[in-house]
């Protein structure tokens, strides 16, 4: 089956830096990736819709300047939480879909951020 | 917009029994699909079952099978013969067929007791 890799795993930053996630598709091309935000014991929340090549669109809510999404290629699209606080902490999920088939979805392993 | 609610938080069966786990959607639309997904400890989501609104066929997936009521609007989940490793949060899923974003509902932790 299709995978979808997502690093890092885990990452612990001190406030006011930035971290970079990364959310690639080996083995599909994926026009386009969805960044989610879950919270211990909640639900995913969808935050942005990244497609390659244009700019990211942003769930109401969701600060754009905060989380700046990147999708350079049809392989690979990046977030970056900018100047990080502890309120930022939390498990992010990428999940990607090949060009070809919309109503499917491959979604990384996840990144716990950690921020101190 | 659409809302998906789960409205049982917690549930716990024996090992080899039967389970259902509920789901509730509202939308306007005729198209779409909705999805089972399950995220075991280890977090990554897994997809359980997938089923298009226009295919009046439950969708079955081995032990895993589901009751759409559409006019409902009612989407649940049946496990049989339960496994220790059925243990996870299991969430229910809209998808429109003109939107591809996923919206999940508030999800339901399942415990299979050995």
């Known amino acids: 089956g299709a995978v979808v890799s997502q690093h890092p795993s885990r990452v612990i930053c001190k406030s006011g830096t930035s971290v970079k996630i990364e959310c690639r598709s080996l083995?599909?091309?994926?026009?386009?990736m969805f960044w989610y935000r879950q919270f211990p014991k909640q639900s995913l929340m969808l935050m942005a819709t990244?497609?390659?090549?244009?700019?990211?669109?942003?769930e109401q809510g969701v600060e754009k300047d905060k989380f700046l999404i990147n999708h350079a290629s049809l392989t690979l699209s990046t977030l970056t939480v900018t100047s990080a606080h502890p309120e930022d902490s939390s498990f992010y999920i990428c999940?990607?879909?090949?060009?070809?088939?919309?109503?499917?979805?491959?979604f990384g392993s996840g990144t716990q951020l950690s921020v101190l | 917009a659409q809302t998906v609610t789960q409205s049982q938080p917690e549930m716990s069966v024996q090992e080899a029994e039967t389970v259902t786990l509920s789901c509730t959607y509202d939308?306007?639309?005729?198209?779409?699909?909705l999805f089972w997904y399950k995220q075991p400890p280890s977090r990554q989501m897994i997809l359980v079952i997938r089923?298009?609104?226009?295919?009046?066929q439950n969708a079955t997936e081995n032990r895993f099978s589901v009751n759409f009521q559409k006019a409902a609007k009612s989407f649940s989940l049946k496990i049989s013969d339960s496994q220790l490793g059925d243990t996870a949060m299991y969430f229910c899923?809209?998808?429109?067929?003109?939107?591809?974003?996923?919206?999940f509902g508030t999800g339901t932790r399942l415990t299979i007791i050995p």
């Open positions: 999940s990607a879909k090949p060009w070809d088939r919309k109503e499917k979805l491959f």
């Open positions: 083995d599909f091309q994926a026009t386009t």
């Open positions: 990244s497609n390659e090549g244009s700019k990211a669109t942003y």
């Open positions: 939308t306007s639309e005729n198209n779409y699909y």
């Open positions: 089923q298009e609104a226009y295919k009046q």
């Open positions: 899923a809209f998808m429109s067929f003109g939107n591809e974003k996923l919206t």
